[in-house]
């Protein structure tokens, strides 16, 4: 079946610019995860969504970012007037059930943003 | 503040070696813990998780340790094999309903 999917693979943008990084997760996951990871990094938490509640977004770094869920599926990771520290790979993932059970995430292949 | 951390950032194996791979973790509380597997330009892939309630757990060539007196973790590799070079991420999660907690990661290399 399909996993998840991250669109686009690579954006390359300039300082200042707003960019949207798309996350279709797989179809029945009820969890939808957003990691940022830089360059020989391990994975930095931003934002979960699970269902209908409201989201944790204990991890986003400042303001300029925000994520949105449409419909309980495709996510979309916005980064306004990006800056050379947002440079990185964003990663998304999905489960089943983040509320319950040790449900694993699976995980896309990312998206690599470069800010010049 | 409370994260999870990797002994060594690289390992170096001859095929056929068995491989161990440690991680040590802050959060007592931790309830589950996973271990991912990264290849160059590719998202984390699931491994093998445990939950706390248990000491071990098998997979296919894959052993998972946990041992929470001293909060550490282990992921075996038998019989190592160049398909097996990637990045390997420990992963913990506090509690129920909130996001996993990544380590840095240890990037295994496998020589023939």
């Known amino acids: 079946g399909a996993g998840v999917s991250q669109s686009p693979s690579n954006k390359v943008t300039e300082k200042g610019k707003d960019v949207e990084l798309r996350c279709d997760p797989i179809?029945?996951?009820?969890?939808l995860y957003w990691y940022r990871q830089s360059l020989g990094q391990g994975l930095e938490f931003l934002i979960y969504?699970?269902?209908?509640?409201?989201?944790?977004k204990s991890g986003l770094p400042s303001d300029r970012f925000s994520a949105e869920r449409t419909g309980g599926s495709v996510s979309t990771l916005t980064i306004q007037r990006t800056q050379q520290e947002d440079s990185a790979v964003y990663l998304c993932?999905?489960?089943?059930?983040?509320?319950?059970?040790?449900?694993?995430?699976?995980f896309g292949p990312g998206t690599r943003l470069t800010v010049t | 503040g409370e994260s999870v951390g990797l002994h060594l950032p690289t390992l170096s194996v001859q095929e056929g070696d068995n491989s161990i791979i440690n991680c040590a973790y802050s959060n007592s509380a931790s309830d589950y813990f996973i271990w991912y597997k990264q290849e160059s330009g590719k998202g984390p892939q699931f491994i093998i998780d445990i939950r706390s309630n248990m000491d071990k757990r098998q997979g296919q060539r894959v052993t998972v340790l946990l041992n929470k007196t001293v909060k550490h973790l282990s992921l075996q590799i038998a019989a190592t094999q160049p398909g097996d070079s990637a990045v390997y991420f420990c992963?913990?999660?506090?509690?129920?309903?909130?996001?996993?907690?990544f380590g840095k990661g240890t990037t295994l290399s496998v020589s023939s």
């Open positions: 992963a913990e999660r506090i509690q129920a309903g909130t996001a996993l907690i």
């Open positions: 993932a999905s489960s089943l059930d983040g509320s319950s059970g040790v449900y694993e995430q699976y």
């Open positions: 179809s029945g996951h009820t969890a």
């Open positions: 969504f699970q269902g209908n509640s409201a989201p944790d």
